[in-house]
Each structure stands twice: as C-alpha cells, then as structure tokens.
C-alpha cells in the first residue's frame, strides 16, 4: 500500500547559526514542519509544531533559557490544527502521532491532535519522564504528557504493517531520536527531523553545539548517507533553503 505525503509549514524560528552547526556564523531562520501521512489503514501526523502559547509569549511557555535562543515568527492559523483543517482534516480524527522527539518544536502541537495515540522511542520517553534528563535536554512534560495513549517502540517499527511507513532510529540529537522512511508512489522518502538539522550537516558532518551522544549522532548521519546513496530522498529537519522546494499541503509529495 502506498502511502500520501504532505507537508506543512508550522512557523519560523530564528537563532544564531552557531548553536546549530559548528563553525556557522550569523542567524539562521529555521521553518518548523510538520507532516501528514495518509495512508489506507488510518492518518499519522510525523511531528506537531509548537504549541500556540509559543505565539503568544514563548518565555511564559519555554522559560527565559530556551525562549532566549530564538525569534519565533508564529501567526494565527499556523498552528498543526489549522493547517489540518486549511486541507479539510479533522484535527480529531488523526490516528496517530509519531514524534521525532521530545522538544518543544516536534510535540508542542500534540496538544491540539486530542485522539491520536503517539509513536515514541521507548528510550525517549524514558528521558521525557526523568527530571534531571529532561531538564539537560531541554523537554517539558506539558507539551508531550497530556494523556495520549502511548505506543513506545523500540528500534525500527513498522508503522502500518505493511512496510511503506517505518520508523527509523536516529539518535544522538536526543536520546531515543527517530526518523520516518517512508514509500512513495516515485521512490523512498526519509523524514530527518533534527538527526539531521541541514543539508550542509550531511554533507560536512558538522554537528550541533548541544547534542545528547556525539557518537551516536555520527552514525545516525551515517545511515541517513547511506539511505540517499541508495535513492531516498532526505527531508531535513530546518533547512530554509530546502523546504523553500518542497509543495505544502495540499500538493501532496510526489
């Protein structure tokens, strides 16, 4: 079974290059996707965004730390449940929410996906629920410990059980990152998220300032390298240059 592909822009963020790549220099604006999956046995969303307090004082949402890396550019109608319904989806009706990981920009708009159940590493949500690790990495229970049923995986999972949409560990960025390798009608696609933040980040290997476990954060580039060398496409995590060319919902992705 093939599944459908859509993407939708969630907002911008604007930080400093160096926190985000060794050796950057000047600011860098950084859209916040999420996606939308479509598939015959039921609808997944591959990350949510920010949640709308984020629009609205993100220092009050986030604390003054991790509010104070970014300039946020977030307007009305940007949140997840509004792109959803821009497309004629029901915010409600969504099956499942696979999280890439736990941080403020990939699970903030689980709060407005009420039904869906989540798709998360095991390891992941292990940090989530340790306060001292989730405060090292910068996670808030608020924005991904609403109640949701949970579906914790660990390693590879197919997400449908047919093949065509699998989770893919990536980790290092944070403790149990995930990608999404998923096939379409025209080839394999691999949703980065923030194992992998640029282009320039596969091609150079040139990490973040703050990640979990620099070695694993290697490998995971390592598995993205060889995944494109065989053909996938690499959607990467906040690549404005990339996403700049890639057709928003509800063009679906080809």
């Known amino acids: 079974m093939t599944p459908r592909l859509y993407a939708m822009t969630c907002g911008h963020l604007t930080g400093q290059l160096a926190y985000l790549m060794e050796g950057g220099e000047g600011e860098v604006r950084l859209p916040v996707p999420a996606y939308l999956i479509e598939h015959p046995k039921g609808t997944a969303l591959f990350d949510t965004g920010m949640h709308p307090d984020c629009r609205r004082d993100p220092r009050a949402r986030l604390g003054e730390r991790l509010a104070g890396l970014f300039r946020f550019d977030y307007g009305a109608g940007e949140e997840v449940s509004a792109r959803l319904q821009a497309i004629g989806r029901d915010p ?3 099956d499942l929410i696979v999280n890439s990981h736990l941080h403020f920009d990939h699970v903030g ?6 039904n869906a159940t989540m798709v998360v590493q095991r390891r992941e949500w292990a940090a989530g629920m340790d306060a001292d690790l989730a405060a090292l990495r910068g ?3 608020r924005d991904f410990d609403l109640g949701h049923k949970l579906r914790l995986v660990d390693g590879e999972h197919d997400v449908f059980g047919d093949g065509s949409v699998i989770c893919l560990p990536t980790h290092g960025h944070t403790p149990g990152h995930q990608s999404l390798r998923l096939r379409l009608a025209a080839g394999e696609v691999v949703l980065a998220a923030d194992a992998c933040y640029f282009c320039q980040t596969l091609r150079e290997r040139r990490l973040p300032k703050n990640v979990h476990d620099r070695a694993e954060m290697h ?9 494109e060398a065989g053909g996938a496409r690499i959607f990467f995590g906040h690549d404005d240059r990339f996403w700049r060319r890639v057709p928003q919902a509800p063009t679906p992705i080809t």
């Open 109 to 114: 708009g689980n709060a407005l996906i009420p």
């Open 219 to 227: 490998a995971s580039l390592e598995t993205l390298a060889r995944l």
């Open 92 to 94: 409600a009706r969504i």
């Open 139 to 141: 996670f808030s229970r």
